[in-house]
């Protein structure tokens, strides 16, 4: 299993408008082939934001990079633009390998 | 639901002392009020190190919190000094709220 995190640093007081774009938006990612799971996170208020991080795992690193070509993706991000002043800087994604799970 | 991350910057060169460590461990987290699921995860290479992050997912923040002072908590850390060298600096410590969970 692969996990792809983009972890977003949004601006103080814009915490709302964040959540509200992500919150009512279609990831297409449905009936992506080797699509498992998707989070949309909460983390913690530092200095001049707040963290907030999207998680999707996959089956494989190689499905993942499927879905970065694909139609689905690009529909997922078609106007996309985000509004001014939400994000500090652009996304930080990180891919993790998934060695060990325990329920 | 709620993910506590544990972030790790493991040495070049040590992560195989490092997974072994993490795969040979018992978290004692089996039959925690609250738990859900734990994952150790492998990230991306920097340039002094290599990123791995343990996630668990727990019922609540209160049940992640009422673990954390528990006998569990203790038994799982105890005997945990790290290996000289496998670390740079302490591991950083992220919780998250989950917002949404698409499948």
Same mark, same amino acid.
């Given at each position: 299993m692969y996990i792809a995190?983009?972890? %977003?640093?949004?601006?103080?007081?814009r915490e709302n408008d964040f959540e509200e774009i992500w919150l009512s938006r279609d /990831?297409? #990612?449905k009936g992506v082939p080797g699509f498992v &799971? %998707?989070?949309l996170l909460k983390g913690p &208020?530092? *200095? *001049? @934001?707040?963290?907030?991080?999207?998680h999707s795992l996959w089956a /494989? =690193?190689? $499905? %993942? &990079?499927a879905w970065t070509t694909s139609d689905a993706f690009r529909k997922? @991000? $078609?106007?996309?633009?985000p509004r001014e002043g939400?994000? #500090?800087?652009?996304?930080?994604? &990180?891919? %993790? =390998?998934?060695l060990q799970k325990v329920k």
């Open positions: 995190m983009n972890r %977003f640093r949004v601006t103080l007081g /990831s297409h #990612l &799971e %998707f989070q &208020e530092r *200095d *001049d @934001h707040r963290l907030y991080a999207s /494989s =690193e190689a $499905a %993942f &990079e997922a @991000h $078609a106007g996309a633009k939400i994000y #500090l800087g652009p996304p930080n994604l &990180e891919c %993790f =390998e998934v």
